[in-house]
């Protein structure tokens, strides 16, 4: 009661100080005026103290993830580092078939950085939670020094429940297995380095950055056969694939000519020597189905805003185990290998 | 629209003015226009290759049909 | 139209494809007894791995992938140098992505990074000056490296900072040619090339005629190709059908893009700053005579082995390669990739060894990479 009469905390500043991690007034100022004012946790404890019906059913799983986020830039065409920070965790979420419930934040703040930059991050976090259906419950701030860091990092974890019966399991693909994305690849990575400017292009690629548990739940409903599904983040749709196909002990063989990717981002790839392949991104998933679903899965990611895209790209293979092959547009195969540390520009 | 960057056309800039260039094609390499391409030399190469790809149509087709008529 | 998308129709490939495989059964190669031709372009070597093209070919021909990608010939010393450079306070090296994992004797560009120097990524030259530009109180060195391709590139930024009197800007020159190399290829006396797809970017800028003395002295064909899948196939075909016809000609393909005669603003923003130095050193290869090119002392100023009294010959030169190193045999086709005894064991593209695991331009980091061994295993 006394917190609803006392005026709301205001942070003065224009940029974030020492003071701001230092425990005080100051701190609790920027808690509550950037961020707690816009998540509106249920509760200001040091816990959030939760409850949800479908934990109570039979069967039912809790699932628990956590990812760290850091991005340079912080904002970028498409979202911010708390758009990714916030879709990124679901999606771990979704991808195992849960349906995510809430999230907490933590966020490393680097000595100097603007506030307001630190309320459009909370306002991208807050809108990609509403539309992903996720509560931001908790959460903590430290202040670092200048130099110690790199503006902000954000760390989230995430809570959710796989509903009784769901199980996603990457070893559980068999061959013959239909292999689907839900939409064009690379954009994000594409993106990212177009607006690090230090190659100087211009582009208007946007990250793909979206939360995916609608599209998830369409495609389990559809088609509850599907054996499992990873989001295409760092390392790219290969890193996915490869690590399938590890578990697995299957092969698989997509076709470059299925791949979905915008002119833009084939620009991109050609003016730097990258490979789309191995671009990051922010909502894109490719999940394996037995093939009597695979129709009924395309057709449900289709039917959802973030699977307009979707495309069957390839299938698991009782050939080459462990190896992703594919299918050049000539018929010629090659081997597409995890890669190789960070992927740096071939030009010369 | 596509992917912008600027370029340095120095290599590829005759006795005429920059606006001649618009509307060509050029091949870049590290920030430079290094060559116009040839349109005509481009139509020319693409001619033989179309007319290899129809041959090699055509001769699969005999073959299939050479193959209907032998079963 | 975009003179890229036409080049890589599978329809028409079909067509050079049987053309191929035709030319060479009336040649008489064999899987056995196979006609030898080399790619000498890392690109072209990219190109075959990425679209698999070296699978679509009959066995009676076999690729040799040669040493035309600048990143895996560059020795080590110079890497050695570059990062003796980035490391002087106030510097700020910028380079091409392709070098910043080539191994040095004592680190990469990549691992000096992790150390504090001050190493960027740049696309072009150009961008390395606009860094100058904007750090005044700070000395911008771009690491130049590459072929006749990228060489022009060079050389208009230095002219254009001598315009400039962007006096804070410098250049590491590894600039080399690809004619030499070949020569030394060709002198070989265990050489067994059949003919050659020849560079169609460095062409462009040196047009065709530096490649006469192949056909003229050497009796080989040599066609001038360009970098799309269909481009690729067709010089194969043109050499295979040089090779039938019992011809050795310098042929081009890639006439939408490379003029007989170069590019005649390139060459003389070239002879304008550079010279040639006596010799130079390749990885994989030794020393090989005016095969590559310094900065003229007019431009001294410009010129980082100047400036910061590093540079060719003044260090202790190692040219041996690291043991059971075998990128020598590979690049002369005498052994693949993969009969080398360290391929994939103590040489991978995470810890290179020697040179061709560098880039994957590279003939060794290609068939790690895409195939090679693992993929006929597999299909």
Not at chain 3, 211 to 231: C, H, S, T
Not at chain 3, 279 to 293: M, P, Q, T
Not at chain 3, 329 to 341: E, F, L, N, Q, Y
């Amino acid at each position: 009661m006394n917190q609803q009469l006392r005026p709301p905390r205001r942070v003065v500043a224009d940029r974030v100080t020492l003071a701001h991690g230092g425990g005080g007034k100051a701190m609790r100022d920027l808690i509550e005026d950037v961020f707690t004012s816009v998540f509106a946790p249920p509760g200001m404890e040091d816990q959030a103290r939760l409850m949800h019906p479908s934990l109570l059913e039979p069967g039912a799983q809790l699932a628990f993830t956590t990812d760290s986020f850091v991005v340079s830039p912080m904002e970028f065409p498409g979202g911010d580092i708390g758009t990714i920070a916030v879709c990124g965790t679901v999606n771990d979420l979704v991808v195992g078939g849960a349906r995510p419930l809430w999230l907490s934040a933590a966020f490393i703040i680097e000595e100097g950085v603007p506030i307001t930059i630190l309320r459009r991050i909370a306002a991208s976090m807050q809108r990609a939670a509403e539309a992903a259906g996720v509560r931001i419950v908790t959460g903590d701030t430290k202040v670092v020094g200048k130099g110690s860091g790199d503006g902000v990092f954000v760390t989230t974890s995430g809570v959710g429940v796989i509903p009784p019966g769901r199980t996603l399991i990457a070893s559980s693909v068999q061959p013959g297995d239909v292999a689907i994305v839900n939409g064009v690849l690379g954009d994000h990575g594409a993106a990212i380095l177009a607006a690090r400017g230090d190659m100087a292009l211009t582009t208007d690629i946007q990250s793909d950055c979206q939360p995916l548990n609608r599209l998830m739940e369409a495609v389990l409903a559809a088609a509850p056969a599907v054996r499992c599904a990873r989001d295409a983040t760092r390392g790219g749709l290969a890193s996915a694939l490869n690590e399938i196909a590890d578990a697995a002990g299957v092969g698989v063989e997509i076709m470059e000519a299925d791949l979905p990717l915008r002119a833009e981002v084939k620009g991109v790839c050609e003016i730097l020597g990258l490979d789309p392949l191995y671009l990051a991104n922010e909502g894109t998933l490719v999940l394996f189905v037995p093939p009597d679903q695979a129709e009924a899965a395309l057709c449900a990611m289709q039917a959802t805003e973030a699977g307009r895209g979707a495309r069957v790209i390839g299938r698991a293979t009782t050939a080459h185990p462990r190896t992703v092959i594919m299918k050049t547009v000539f018929g010629g195969g090659r081997i597409v290998d995890m890669l190789v540390g960070e992927q740096l520009p071939r030009i010369c | 629209m596509g992917v912008r960057r600027q370029v340095n056309v120095a290599c590829i800039l005759k006795d005429e003015p920059i606006e001649a260039l618009i509307g060509t094609w050029s091949l870049i390499h590290v920030g430079f226009a290094m060559s116009r391409i040839n349109e005509e030399e481009a139509a020319l190469t693409l001619d033989v290759l179309r007319q290899l790809g129809e041959a090699q149509v055509e001769i699969e087709a005999m073959q299939a049909s050479e193959r209907m008529l032998a079963s | 139209m975009n003179y890229a998308d036409e080049f890589r129709d599978p329809v028409a490939a079909r067509g050079v494809l049987a053309a191929i495989a035709r030319v060479t059964d009336e040649i008489g190669a064999t899987k056995e007894k196979p006609v030898h031709i080399m790619e000498i372009c890392g690109g072209h070597t990219h190109a075959i791995f990425r679209y698999g093209l070296d699978k679509l070919t009959p066995p009676g021909l076999e690729f040799i992938h040669g040493p035309g990608c600048p990143v895996c010939v560059l020795p080590m010393s110079r890497i050695d140098e570059c990062v003796e450079i980035a490391e002087r306070p106030g510097v700020i090296m910028t380079t091409f992505g392709d070098a910043m994992r080539v191994p040095g004797h004592r680190k990469s560009l990549i691992q000096a990074k992790a150390d504090g120097a001050d190493i960027r990524m740049v696309y072009s030259p150009l961008d390395a000056l606009e860094l100058a530009r904007r750090h005044p109180d700070r000395e911008v060195v771009f690491f130049g490296l590459g072929f006749e391709t990228t060489t022009p590139s060079t050389a208009l930024t230095i002219l254009q900072a001598a315009a400039d009197n962007q006096t804070n800007f410098s250049v590491f020159c590894n600039h080399i040619t690809v004619p030499p190399p070949i020569k030394a290829l060709l002198d070989d006396p265990h050489m067994i090339l059949d003919g050659f797809v020849g560079p169609g970017h460095v062409s462009m800028v040196i047009g065709v005629r530096p490649y006469d003395f192949i056909a003229r002295d050497y009796g080989k064909p040599i066609v001038v190709a360009g970098f799309e899948p269909l481009d690729l196939l067709q010089s194969v075909l043109m050499v295979l059908e040089q090779i039938r016809d019992g011809r050795a000609e310098v042929e081009n393909q890639y006439s939408r893009v490379v003029p007989d005669d170069g590019n005649p603003v390139s060459l003389a923003a070239c002879a304008e700053v550079y010279e040639p130095r006596p010799s130079f050193e390749w990885r994989g290869l030794g020393e090989i005579d005016a095969s590559g090119v310094r900065i003229r002392p007019a431009y001294a100023a410009w010129d980082a082995e100047v400036k910061f009294g590093v540079g060719y010959g003044k260090g202790p030169r190692m040219v041996a390669e690291p043991d059971g190193c075998r990128c020598g045999d590979v690049m002369t086709g005498r052994i693949k990739p993969h009969a080398c005894p360290q391929f994939g064991k103590g040489c991978t593209p995470e810890m290179p060894l020697g040179a061709l695991m560098v880039s994957s331009e590279g003939a060794c980091a290609a068939y790690y990479q895409y195939g090679g061994l693992r993929l006929e295993e597999a299909l």
